[in-house]
C-alpha cells in the first residue's frame, strides 16, 4: 500500500508531454467551423482592405510601374551626343552634334532645339531656339508612351491594380490568419518546420519580384520594342491596361517562380528526391523549367523566356547543393540523430 502513492505522478507527466507536443486542446467539430468561420471573416476584411487601399494609391502605383519603362528608353538613348529638333510635341530630326553647328558647347548630353516662328518685318522665319527644360521623352531615342483607347480604360486598370495590389499587400495577413488557425493542431516539430519554409519562400518570393523588376522587365521592354521596329511597326505607343497586366502578370509569374527551390527541398526533406535523383534528371528539370518559363512569360517573347529560365536554372543548382551538403551531414551524424 505505500508503494501505490510513488506511481501515481508518472501518468501526469506524460499527459503533459503529449499536450505540449499535440500543440493545443482539442476542439468539437463545431468549434472548429466557428473557428474557421471568424478565419475567413478576418481574411475577407484584410483583402478588402488591401484592396482599398490600393485604389487610393493608384497613381503611385501607376507611377512604380512605369519605373523600368523609363529605365528601358534610357537603355535605347545612343551614347553620342545628338541634337534633337522639334515642332511642338513632335520630333522633326536627330542629328549627330558632332555635325551639327550649335550656339552651345555640346558635351556628352543631347540637346533640344525647337523650331518657334519669328516675326521680321513683314515676313515670319522659323528659327531654332534651345530648349532648356524639354520633357524627358524628347531624349529618349524611341519613346513609349501609355494610353486608353477606350471611355473605361482608367476604370479597368484601377480594378486591376486593386486587385492585384490588393491580394499582394493582404497576403502576409491573410497567411497570418490561417497560420492561426491550422498551426494549434501541428506537433512542435512540424510546426518549426513549417516556419522555415514559410522565411525562406517569403524571401525567395520577394527576391523574385525585385529581380524582375530592377532587371527584367527593362529589359524586356527595350527588347520588345526593338522587335516591333525591326518588324516594321511602331512602338512608340502601347495600350496602358494591357501593360499594366503585363507588368502584374510578370512580377507575379516571377515571384512564384522563384519558389522552386522550396518545393525541391521539401520533396527532398519528406525523402521523394534525393540529391542523386536532381542530379541525375538534371536535363529534365531543365527543359521542365523551359516549358515553366514559356507559359510564365507573360508576352511570348524567346528573349523573356531566357531571361526567366536562366536564374531559375541557377537556384535549381543551388538546390542541388544545398541537398549535397544535407545528405553529407546525415552519413556524419549517428544513428537516432537529425539534422
Not at 179 to 197: C, D, N, S, T, W
Not at 235 to 245: K, Q, V
Request: proline share 6%; with cysteine; net charge negative.
Amino acid at each position: 500500500m505505500p508503494d501505490e502513492p510513488e506511481n501515481l505522478p508518472a501518468p501526469v507527466e506524460v499527459a503533459e508531454v503529449d499536450e505540449h507536443e499535440d500543440g493545443g486542446p482539442i476542439k468539437s467539430f463545431l468549434e472548429h467551423l466557428e473557428d474557421l468561420r471568424w478565419t475567413l471573416i478576418r481574411c475577407a476584411i484584410a483583402i478588402a482592405l488591401g484592396v482599398i487601399t490600393c485604389l487610393s494609391a493608384g497613381n503611385f502605383i501607376i507611377r512604380l510601374l512605369t519605373i523600368p519603362l523609363e529605365t528601358a528608353q534610357k537603355a535605347k538613348t545612343s551614347k553620342e551626343a545628338k541634337v534633337i529638333v522639334t515642332l511642338g510635341t513632335n520630333i522633326l530630326a536627330r542629328f549627330p552634334a558632332k555635325d551639327f553647328v550649335l550656339t552651345q558647347e555640346v558635351t556628352n548630353r543631347d540637346v533640344v532645339y525647337r523650331m518657334t516662328p519669328l516675326q521680321l518685318g513683314t515676313n515670319s522665319v522659323l528659327v531654332l531656339v534651345a530648349d532648356t527644360n524639354p520633357p524627358p521623352s524628347m531624349l529618349y531615342q524611341m519613346p513609349m508612351m501609355l494610353k486608353t483607347y477606350s471611355p473605361g480604360g482608367g476604370f479597368t486598370i484601377a480594378v486591376q491594380l486593386a486587385i492585384f495590389g490588393g491580394l499582394t499587400l493582404s497576403a502576409p495577413f491573410v497567411l497570418f490568419f490561417l497560420g492561426q488557425f491550422i498551426l494549434p493542431a501541428m506537433h512542435v516539430h512540424e510546426k518549426k518546420f513549417l516556419y522555415r519554409v514559410a522565411g525562406f519562400a517569403s524571401v525567395l518570393f520577394f527576391a523574385g519580384i525585385a529581380f524582375c523588376y530592377f532587371v527584367m522587365l527593362p529589359i524586356t521592354l527595350s527588347t520588345t520594342a526593338a522587335f516591333s521596329n525591326w518588324l516594321g511597326f511602331g512602338a512608340d505607343e502601347w495600350r496602358a491596361d494591357e501593360f499594366i497586366s503585363f507588368c502584374c502578370w510578370f512580377l507575379l509569374g516571377m515571384g512564384i517562380s522563384f519558389q522552386l527551390p522550396m518545393v525541391l527541398l521539401t520533396l527532398v526533406k519528406i525523402g521523394l528526391l534525393d540529391v542523386a535523383g536532381l542530379s541525375k534528371y538534371r536535363s529534365y528539370f531543365y527543359v521542365g523549367i523551359l516549358i515553366v518559363a514559356g507559359f510564365v512569360t507573360p508576352d511570348g517573347n524567346p528573349v523573356t523566356m531566357l531571361l526567366m529560365a536562366a536564374p531559375l536554372m541557377v537556384l535549381y543548382e543551388m538546390t542541388v547543393v544545398i541537398a549535397w551538403f544535407w545528405a553529407r551531414n546525415e552519413r556524419k551524424l549517428p544513428e537516432g540523430s537529425e539534422v
